[in-house]
């Protein structure tokens, strides 16, 4: 998850600033206002929190003042590396995010996580901020401690215009985090069916899996997200991809209880029987309780005579009465 990533800006008290600027022989003083609390700032003179501050509000007078006195480094940072730009872009302030890439600020430049202004542009879906950008040469290949780039943070945060933008100026569709999540699992997590939609349409894989063996479906099924299930199962998506401690995609449905999903799901003949980790989705579906669940199950074929690796029928996990029918009677069916 890319969640490290984004400005915390905590709310503190409000202190009162008093700047002297000094130009030529003519000195302007400015008295303002400002929240002294963004993103653990820690400048050595107040310009540079008063610049933050113009940037973080949009103030373009403030912050032309600012950097035209010749006093506040256009690239000077706080103690996490973070640059106005940065704010700038991360609030959307496209005027502010001008002046300062006129004023020759350092567009790629990476904060101590690694995060650039174009990855808070993205996190955060400006797309204009994000074209602007672009024009002044940045870059789609910084990465944040993470693996997090400008691309997968767009797809986590479910921006399918600037995914859009972020893959016409070349961001790799491939990029994934360290633990191996890519573009198309973050927006599958995130059940953004119009940015999954673009980026099965631009190459993605949709059976890539994370390190952990979690396959974009399988997530998708876990969050329930059924459109989403749907839209993947049809472009190809394995249908029994089991993550690393066995389960399924129909599996963690069954235990969620998200019978729209597990009713896509059957429209592709998952596994019914035991899966690798000694148990199967009817047993899952009686130990969470849930009816339909269990009627969607048996009416797919699952056996409500199959025991588990602990040697259990599914029957003998409840005392659910109307369960308990559904299987007896299931049961007697499959005798006659």
Same mark, same amino acid.
């Given at each position: 998850?890319?969640?490290?990533?984004?400005?915390?800006?905590?709310?503190?008290?409000?202190?009162?600033?008093?700047?002297?600027?000094?130009?030529?022989?003519?000195?302007?003083?400015?008295?303002?206002?400002?929240?002294?609390?963004?993103?653990?700032?820690?400048?050595?003179?107040?310009?540079?929190? +008063? +610049?933050?501050?113009?940037?973080?509000?949009?103030?373009?007078?403030?912050?032309?003042?600012?950097? #035209?006195?010749?006093?506040?480094?256009?690239?000077?940072?706080?103690?996490?590396?973070?640059?106005?730009?940065?704010?700038?872009?991360?609030?959307?302030?496209?005027?502010?995010?001008?002046?300062?890439?006129?004023?020759?600020?350092?567009?790629?430049?990476?904060?101590?996580?690694?995060?650039?202004?174009?990855?808070?542009?993205?996190?955060?879906?400006? #797309?204009?901020?994000?074209?602007?950008?672009?024009?002044?040469?940045?870059?789609?290949?910084?990465?944040?401690?993470?693996?997090?780039?400008? =691309?997968?943070?767009?797809?986590?945060?479910?921006?399918?215009?600037?995914?859009?933008?972020?893959?016409?100026?070349? +961001?790799?569709?491939?990029?994934?985090?360290?633990?191996?999540?890519?573009?198309?699992?973050? +927006?599958?997590?995130?059940?953004?069916?119009?940015?999954?939609?673009?980026?099965?349409?631009?190459?993605?894989?949709?059976?890539?899996?994370?390190?952990?063996?979690?396959?974009?479906?399988?997530?998708?099924?876990?969050?329930?997200?059924?459109?989403?299930?749907?839209?993947?199962?049809?472009?190809?998506?394995?249908?029994?991809?089991?993550?690393?401690?066995?389960?399924?995609?129909?599996?963690?449905?069954?235990?969620?209880?998200?019978?729209?999903?597990?009713?896509? =799901?059957?429209?592709?003949?998952?596994?019914?029987?035991?899966?690798?980790?000694?148990?199967?989705?009817?047993?899952?579906?009686?130990?969470?309780?849930?009816?339909?669940?269990?009627?969607?199950?048996?009416?797919?074929?699952?056996?409500?005579?199959?025991?588990?690796?602990?040697?259990?029928?599914?029957?003998?996990?409840?005392?659910?009465?109307?369960?308990?029918?559904?299987?007896?009677?299931?049961?007697?069916?499959?005798?006659?």
């Amino acid at each position: 998850m890319l969640g490290s990533d984004v400005l915390h800006l905590p709310r503190s008290h409000t202190v009162a600033l008093f700047l002297g600027l000094r130009k030529s022989s003519k000195d302007y003083y400015i008295t303002t206002l400002f929240n002294n609390g963004l993103c653990s700032l820690n400048f050595k003179t107040p310009l540079a929190n +008063a +610049a933050f501050w113009a940037a973080r509000k949009g103030n373009l007078a403030l912050l032309q003042l600012l950097l #035209n006195s010749g006093r506040v480094d256009v690239d000077c940072k706080d103690s996490l590396g973070t640059t106005a730009l940065m704010v700038a872009s991360y609030y959307g302030h496209i005027d502010c995010v001008r002046e300062l890439v006129l004023q020759g600020a350092d567009i790629n430049l990476q904060r101590e996580s690694g995060a650039t202004s174009l990855f808070f542009a993205a996190q955060q879906g400006h #797309n204009d901020v994000v074209k602007f950008l672009f024009e002044f040469g940045a870059s789609t290949e910084f990465k944040n401690k993470d693996g997090g780039t400008a =691309l997968l943070a767009a797809c986590q945060y479910g921006h399918a215009k600037v995914v859009e933008t972020l893959l016409k100026h070349g +961001a790799n569709i491939h990029d994934q985090l360290y633990d191996g999540a890519s573009a198309i699992f973050l +927006a599958a997590q995130g059940g953004y069916l119009d940015v999954i939609r673009l980026l099965l349409s631009s190459g993605a894989k949709v059976n890539q899996p994370r390190q952990d063996g979690t396959a974009p479906l399988w997530i998708a099924s876990q969050m329930g997200h059924s459109e989403v299930v749907r839209v993947m199962l049809l472009r190809g998506a394995e249908r029994d991809a089991a993550r690393d401690d066995g389960t399924t995609a129909l599996l963690k449905a069954a235990i969620k209880g998200y019978n729209n999903v597990i009713e896509e =799901l059957l429209k592709f003949s998952p596994t019914l029987g035991l899966l690798k980790n000694g148990t199967s989705a009817l047993h899952a579906a009686v130990l969470s309780g849930n009816v339909r669940t269990v009627a969607l199950l048996l009416e797919a074929g699952a056996d409500p005579c199959l025991r588990n690796k602990a040697n259990e029928l599914p029957a003998e996990l409840t005392k659910n009465e109307r369960i308990l029918r559904l299987l007896r009677m299931k049961e007697k069916q499959r005798k006659s």
